[in-house]
């Protein structure tokens, strides 16, 4: 029985796409040619990427009536066009090269590539990327650097500790963080030219005092005055990046203050704090418009398995593949500490967990959380209610458990007698 396409195959009439280097692009513009049944027209420049250059295509294209313009995601190059061409009022789209792969075997120009887009993209046989606006784009850039002074300053904290274990300086073995209070003191006394260990052990503070016996001898090694000069500046390298991580925190709070509302009710989520909801909101930003369904936002976060199958067969492991790294790293540490509390996604994780491994317990839980984060945005007046630890227990038939433990006790060659407990 035939059945009804979805597709649209109205072909745009005047489209342009773009192939984008960093130094210049070149645009390709398609248009109805004249006359009833008259064939399609095409104009094909090379623009450079500065900003006057730019200006100079969007007038022609808004002399053309162009629609639609379409370009490819080159780096980061796309940028600064993409942005220009949003600001004139144009419907631009951005487009994984992917799918838009010139056929193989045939010559490859940058001309061709921006005929060869344009054509395909006219038939509507590409989908558009997920641009965020601008005030969503803007906290991501922020929300993204902090990532970044985060892993800088955890690479020289990491230097950190390796130049005392290069001077033997023990600290690490008996402290658990040796840039608490006590630890930086005692490398600031170092630093200083304090080398005796009962002196350097003293200066331990609280629950740290019962180690000082351990702090003695910690601290008996060969720290020189080469170590001391690469530790000082190794800590104000430290300093310096927490002060930065401040104040991009700062920005981010001022930042975050039209969506607040939508972090509030997203905190509500086990396992996710203020500072991960401020990541999913910067990702996916908060109109879930662009997202028809829940699974549709898990496909494009690349939370949900591929599906690959020929002859009537599954290939492949299902893996979901690569995605919006940021976002994965949020949803996956909130996705371990749900699995610590007494929630229904706490026991959801440890359920598949228990049969799958933490890692498929992580992409899982992941789901559930980007499941209910479109829902909280979708609708502004709802918010989350936990369906408790006991869901699954709830709904377990007990005959149903009875029988299958007898079954797995007889396969084994026991004979099973019930009897109810006293």
């Not at 990327?129 to 850039?141: D, H, N, T, V």
């Not at 996705?335 to 967990?353: M, N, P, S």
């Amino acid at each position: 029985m035939l059945e009804s396409s979805q597709d649209n195959e109205e072909i745009i009439e005047r489209i342009a796409a773009l192939d984008i280097g960093k130094a210049e692009l070149v645009c390709c513009v398609r248009i109805p040619g004249q006359g009833p049944g008259g064939r399609r027209r095409q104009e094909v420049s090379t623009y450079s990427t500065m900003t006057r250059s730019l200006l100079t295509m969007a007038d022609r294209l808004r002399e053309l009536g162009v629609t639609r313009v379409v370009m490819e995601s080159t780096s980061d190059y796309w940028k600064p066009v993409f942005y220009l061409l949003e600001a004139a009022g144009v419907d631009t789209w951005l487009v994984n090269a992917k799918d838009v792969k010139h056929l193989p075997g045939r010559p490859k120009t940058d001309r061709l590539d921006a005929v060869w887009l344009c054509k395909v993209a006219e038939r509507q046989m590409i989908r558009p990327s997920f641009i965020p606006p601008a005030p969503i784009r803007e906290l991501r850039g922020l929300t993204r650097y902090r990532v970044d002074l985060i892993a800088a300053r955890t690479a020289e904290r990491s230097r950190v500790e390796k130049l005392l274990e290069d001077a033997q300086i023990k600290l690490s073995v008996v402290a658990s963080d040796i840039f608490g209070t006590s630890g930086r003191d005692m490398m600031a006394a170092l630093i200083a030219g304090q080398r005796d260990p009962k002196v350097l052990a003293q200066m331990a503070r609280s629950r740290l005092r019962k180690k000082i016996t351990q702090l003695e001898d910690a601290f008996v090694g060969r720290f020189s005055e080469h170590h001391g000069f690469l530790l000082a500046r190794m800590l104000a390298r430290v300093d310096a990046i927490t002060a930065d991580i401040a104040e991009v925190n700062q920005r981010i709070e001022q930042q975050m203050s039209p969506f607040g509302e939508s972090a509030r009710r997203l905190d509500e989520i086990p396992g996710v704090g203020p500072a991960t909801a401020h990541v999913i909101i910067a990702e996916v930003g908060v109109d879930m418009s662009r997202f028809p369904t829940p699974a549709h936002l898990a496909s494009w976060a690349r939370f949900a398995p591929g599906v690959k199958e020929s002859a009537g067969k599954s290939k492949g492991s299902g893996s979901t593949g690569h995605g919006n790294s940021y976002l994965a790293r949020v949803l996956g540490e909130a996705a371990v500490a749900a699995g610590k509390t007494d929630t229904f996604l706490g026991e959801r994780y440890r359920r598949i967990a228990r049969r799958c491994g933490n890692r498929r317990a992580i992409v899982a839980v992941g789901r559930s959380i980007l499941t209910i984060v479109w829902h909280l945005l979708r609708d502004p007046v709802t918010r989350f209610n936990d369906i408790g630890s006991d869901f699954y227990d709830t709904r377990v038939n007990p005959e149903r458990r009875k029988r299958n433990h007898i079954r797995q006790l007889e396969a084994l060659g026991y004979t099973v007698t019930l009897a109810p407990a006293a």
